[in-house]
């Protein structure tokens, strides 16, 4: 079963912005797919990763 994903507005900086559409391109992913992993891997480094829901 796929995640359910819940949809926000995010205000960025437009320098920053850039910047993350820069790293996506270069790793090939789209920028909500950078943000995704930068957010996901900051929370692995803090030890927070949400615990799975069993099904």
Known sequence: ???EKKSF???IDADTLAAIEKW???EFR???GQIE???SDALK???RTPKKKND
Request: proline share 0%.
């Open 30 to 32: 789209s920028i909500n």
């Open 9 to 11: 507005i995010i205000r």
């Open 37 to 39: 992993w930068v957010l």
């Open 45 to 47: 480094k803090a030890k």
């Open 24 to 26: 996506a391109a270069d």
């Open 1 to 3: 079963m796929a995640t």
